[in-house]
């Protein structure tokens, strides 16, 4: 099956029919670059003129589809026009397709044309000089330069700025493409990280606000009631506060509201009373010397969101929390009693342990969470070197779960 050939431009139509109708008008004027008396016409017909000026209008529709094809039949075409009286239409439309051979033709064409031209232009210009020891026959070497090289070295010329201007249109739209990237990549971190600041901030407050809600619904005892109702309206108020200053920061397009002091180790103490409030068993073992601050939050929020789990799922009995730092990175570890198949005595999202295993791979250390030995373990460790504390997450950070009971 043969390939049709494709269309030629329309410009390219115009200008050979531009060309031929040209020509025509300077063959029927009587206006040739020889005369018959000259050695080289060896065809003094006066319509052969116009043979090489169709073949050279021919090929002009093929100067951007077939440049290779159209310069060849060209190049003869020329050669036929010198034996000639001649037109200077075809020798105009002969350096047009030679500069659309080197513009439009492929890589190779348009290195080795114009080395081609350009020797063909030194052998034009010496050889006749030297076998006719005349210098006026370096004129044809300046004929043929006018013909071949200077188009050619046009068309390469227009064809490197070409590819430069094609060059930097891409880069601009791979520097855009990445840039949008960069752009979505941003807005998934923020959105992964706001998700896990609102989780821990009110998360812990919610659950409280069941567990006690629901002990004052079971339990037919003022006093008890009294005091569940107590613990519910300390926690929906600061767990109402936080959420306003959250609300706040973000519909604050001006940037002038203040975040919320970042949570740091020295506040674990308060976070265990806190707990402890709530009706949870909690022995605080505080080894920690000092941290970079972004583990200090990661650490903090762990702790914050294990005795968020212990409350909701934990079996009765001491939950212990354990932070040490040995051999350049912080270990933070909390127990809690654990019993398969028990209900939880308040709903989870399932998405603790996610935040907290993305905490930790974030800060380029490593997590594990799972029941053993009747307890719930939860263990995170933290590099503190500054270099890897701020780096981006990697693909070393190591997790294991066993088990998700939020």
């Given at each position: 099956?043969?390939?049709?050939?494709?269309?030629?431009?329309?410009?390219?139509v115009?200008?050979?029919?531009?060309?031929?109708?040209?020509?025509?008008?300077?063959?029927?004027?009587?206006?040739?670059?020889?005369?018959?008396s000259?050695?080289?016409?060896?065809?003094?017909?006066?319509?052969?003129?116009?043979?090489?000026?169709?073949?050279?209008?021919?090929?002009?529709?093929?100067?951007?589809?077939?440049?290779?094809?159209?310069?060849?039949?060209?190049?003869?075409?020329l050669?036929?026009?010198?034996?000639?009286?001649?037109?200077?239409?075809?020798?105009?439309?002969?350096?047009?397709?030679?500069?659309?051979?080197?513009?439009?033709?492929?890589?190779?064409?348009?290195?080795?044309?114009?080395?081609i031209?350009?020797?063909?232009?030194?052998?034009?210009?010496?050889?006749?000089?030297?076998?006719?020891?005349?210098?006026q026959?370096?004129?044809?070497?300046?004929?043929?330069?006018?013909?071949?090289?200077?188009?050619?070295?046009?068309?390469?010329?227009?064809?490197?700025?070409?590819?430069?201007?094609?060059?930097?249109?891409?880069?601009?739209?791979?520097?855009?493409?990445?840039?949008?990237?960069?752009?979505?990549?941003?807005?998934?971190?923020?959105?992964a990280?706001?998700a896990?600041?609102?989780?821990?901030?009110?998360?812990?407050?919610?659950?409280?606000?069941?567990?006690?809600?629901?002990?004052?619904?079971?339990?037919?005892?003022?006093?008890?009631?009294?005091?569940?109702?107590?613990?519910?309206?300390?926690?929906?108020?600061?767990?109402?506060?936080?959420?306003?200053?959250?609300i706040?920061?973000?519909?604050?397009?001006?940037?002038?509201?203040?975040?919320?002091?970042?949570?740091?180790?020295?506040?674990?103490?308060?976070?265990?009373e806190?707990?402890?409030?709530?009706g949870?068993?909690?022995?605080?073992?505080?080894g920690?010397?000092?941290?970079?601050?972004?583990?200090?939050?990661?650490?903090?929020?762990?702790?914050?969101?294990s005795?968020?789990?212990?409350?909701?799922?934990?079996?009765?009995?001491?939950?212990?929390?354990?932070?040490?730092?040995?051999?350049?990175?912080?270990?933070?570890?909390?127990?809690?009693?654990?019993?398969?198949?028990?209900?939880?005595?308040a709903?989870?999202?399932?998405?603790?342990?996610?935040?907290?295993?993305?905490?930790?791979?974030?800060?380029?250390?490593?997590?594990?969470?799972?029941?053993?030995?009747?307890?719930?373990?939860?263990?995170?460790?933290?590099?503190?070197?500054?270099?890897?504390?701020?780096?981006?997450?990697?693909?070393?950070?190591?997790?294991?779960?066993?088990g998700?009971?939020?």
């Open positions: 099956m043969t390939r049709a050939l494709p269309r030629p431009h329309r410009d390219d115009r200008i050979a029919v531009g060309g031929l109708l040209g020509g025509v008008l300077l063959w029927l004027l009587g206006i040739h670059p020889r005369v018959p000259n050695p080289l016409v060896l065809w003094s017909a006066p319509w052969a003129p116009l043979v090489p000026l169709a073949l050279t209008a021919a090929c002009e529709p093929l100067r951007r589809i077939r440049p290779r094809l159209g310069l060849a039949v060209g190049t003869l075409a050669t036929l026009d010198t034996m000639t009286l001649g037109s200077i239409v075809t020798v105009v439309l002969y350096t047009d397709l030679m500069y659309a051979a080197v513009l439009y033709g492929t890589a190779s064409s348009a290195r080795r044309i114009p080395w031209t350009g020797l063909l232009t030194v052998l034009g210009g010496v050889v006749p000089a030297a076998l006719w020891r005349d210098p026959a370096l004129l044809i070497g300046v004929g043929v330069g006018v013909v071949a090289l200077a188009p050619a070295a046009t068309g390469w010329v227009v064809r490197n700025h070409r590819d430069a201007a094609e060059a930097a249109r891409l880069r601009a739209e791979q520097t855009a493409l990445l840039a949008e990237m960069d752009r979505a990549q941003a807005v998934t971190a923020e959105r990280r706001m896990r600041e609102l989780h821990d901030m009110v998360a812990n407050h919610l659950s409280a606000i069941a567990i006690h809600s629901t002990a004052a619904l079971s339990l037919d005892d003022p006093g008890t009631s009294r005091d569940a109702l107590g613990v519910i309206r300390e926690n929906s108020v600061a767990g109402l506060a936080e959420m306003r200053r959250l706040g920061i973000l519909r604050d397009s001006s940037g002038d509201l203040e975040p919320a002091a970042t949570p740091t180790l020295d506040g674990l103490a308060t976070l265990v806190g707990a402890r409030a709530n949870l068993d909690v022995r605080l073992q505080d920690h010397g000092r941290v970079p601050a972004p583990v200090e939050l990661a650490a903090y929020r762990i702790v914050q969101e005795l968020t789990n212990a409350l909701k799922h934990a079996a009765p009995g001491p939950v212990r929390v354990t932070l040490g730092q040995t051999d350049g990175a912080l270990r933070v570890e909390v127990t809690s009693p654990y019993r398969p198949g028990d209900t939880p005595r709903p989870g999202s399932g998405s603790g342990l996610t935040g907290m295993r993305e905490r930790a791979t974030l800060l380029g250390g490593t997590f594990a969470a799972g029941a053993k030995a009747g307890l719930w373990t939860v263990r995170a460790t933290f590099p503190l070197t500054e270099s890897e504390t701020e780096a981006r997450p990697q693909a070393h950070a190591q997790t294991q779960a066993q998700d009971p939020t």
